[in-house]
């Protein structure tokens, strides 16, 4: 119970710490996002570069038997040196989450899935799917 509490406020912490005020967009025009496919676990979303950043819309549904899915838009600098993401996770079987917010680095962005069972373990976490 206490390993599943803390998996829940770890969702929670990275939901608060990936919001990100919306910017204001430029007419560049909108992308799909592409997620690793994996069974039990749904996630789509789009994304359009602005001239803040990249603004981002990801969504997550538990369509199988996990505690916890996340889906998660990591976005890095020329060199790779810097990064950061915004992530959706959602908690419970059946459950949806969509989560949006600029994402301040532009030059690069890649996607990745993770499943969590009711203990808190990760029992699944997908390899990176380079999108640019």
């Given amino acids: 119970m206490l390993r599943r509490l803390s998996v829940i406020v770890a969702c929670v912490a990275m939901l608060a710490?990936?919001?990100?005020?919306?910017?204001?967009?430029?007419?560049?025009?909108?992308?799909?996002?592409r997620f690793p496919s994996h069974s039990?676990?749904?996630a789509w979303g789009n994304y359009k570069k602005?001239?803040?950043g990249i603004y981002?819309?990801?969504?997550v549904?538990?369509?199988?038997s996990?505690?916890?899915?996340?889906?998660?838009?990591?976005?890095?600098?020329?060199?790779?040196?810097r990064q950061s993401n915004l992530g959706a996770v959602a908690i419970g079987h059946g459950a949806t989450q969509c989560r949006f917010g600029?994402?301040?680095?532009?030059s690069h962005l890649k996607t990745y899935i993770i499943a969590y069972n009711s203990r808190g373990f990760v029992v699944y976490k997908s390899g990176f799917?380079?999108?640019f």
Avoid: E, Q
């Fill in 129 to 131: 799917k380079k999108l």
């Fill in 40 to 42: 039990g676990i749904s």
């Fill in 66 to 81: 996990a505690c916890a899915v996340g889906a998660v838009v990591v976005a890095t600098n020329s060199s790779g040196s």
């Fill in 56 to 59: 981002v819309n990801a969504c």
């Fill in 102 to 106: 600029t994402i301040p680095f532009s």
């Fill in 17 to 33: 710490l990936s919001a990100l005020p919306a910017a204001a967009t430029t007419h560049s025009s909108t992308h799909r996002l």
């Fill in 61 to 64: 549904k538990d369509t199988g």
């Fill in 50 to 52: 602005t001239s803040k």
